[in-house]
């Protein structure tokens, strides 16, 4: 009697496993929408480090493992490109105003230096993804070039604590 309410209790297990994933299958879309930056961001070479160390999270290039399809790995993935995209998606790079690419591009290094980006479990399953200190300081030296003189904002030349999510907020 024990036994069978063991397999029992295991088959209910497995195909309530099942039913989350596929769920959660049902609700991620692999797709991409079709559009893509074609020109320079920063520097060609800057360039290289944001598509292997942020792409995936943050274009509409997102290459998806083969872990992405198991039932938690899934979910979470499909959640953090999310979040990428609509934070910052370099595929729609070509429609923010000078002054926007240099707001997204001065948060990204904050976030860099904070070592917020790339995420820690990005960074566990893709160590190609590790930025090394050579690559922040091309990335940085790459924004400075590419933006050189801000354009006024607040205070100083610098922006208002809040403006950039402000900004955001209204183009969502």
């Given at each position: 009697?024990?036994?069978?309410?063991?397999?029992?209790g295991?088959?209910?297990?497995?195909?309530?496993?099942?039913?989350?994933?596929?769920?959660?299958?049902?609700?991620?879309?692999?797709?991409?929408?079709?559009?893509?930056?074609?020109?320079?961001?920063?520097?060609?070479?800057?360039?290289?480090?944001?598509?292997?160390?942020?792409?995936d999270?943050?274009?509409?290039?997102?290459?998806?493992?083969?872990?992405?399809?198991?039932?938690?790995?899934?979910?979470?993935?499909?959640n953090?490109?999310?979040?990428?995209?609509?934070?910052?998606?370099?595929?729609?790079?070509?429609?923010?105003?000078?002054?926007?690419?240099?707001?997204?591009?001065?948060?990204?290094?904050?976030?860099?230096?904070k070592?917020?980006?790339?995420?820690?479990?990005?960074?566990?399953?893709?160590?190609?993804?590790?930025?090394?200190?050579?690559?922040?300081?091309?990335?940085?030296?790459?924004?400075?070039?590419?933006?050189?003189?801000?354009?006024?904002?607040?205070?100083?030349?610098?922006?208002?604590?809040?403006?950039?999510e402000?900004k955001?907020k209204?183009?969502?």
């Open positions: 009697m024990q036994r069978s309410l063991v397999k029992v295991a088959i209910v297990l497995v195909v309530g496993l099942l039913g989350v994933w596929a769920a959660g299958e049902a609700l991620i879309s692999r797709t991409h929408p079709a559009e893509r930056y074609a020109g320079v961001i920063l520097s060609p070479a800057a360039d290289q480090v944001l598509r292997r160390a942020c792409f999270c943050h274009s509409n290039e997102t290459r998806y493992p083969a872990y992405s399809y198991l039932p938690v790995a899934s979910l979470l993935l499909a953090n490109v999310r979040e990428g995209r609509r934070e910052l998606n370099f595929s729609e790079w070509g429609r923010l105003t000078a002054t926007d690419k240099a707001d997204a591009i001065e948060d990204s290094l904050e976030q860099i230096q070592g917020g980006m790339p995420t820690w479990d990005y960074v566990f399953l893709h160590p190609e993804a590790r930025l090394t200190a050579a690559d922040r300081t091309l990335l940085e030296q790459s924004a400075r070039q590419a933006f050189g003189a801000r354009p006024e904002q607040g205070k100083g030349g610098k922006r208002e604590k809040g403006e950039r402000d955001g209204e183009r969502r």
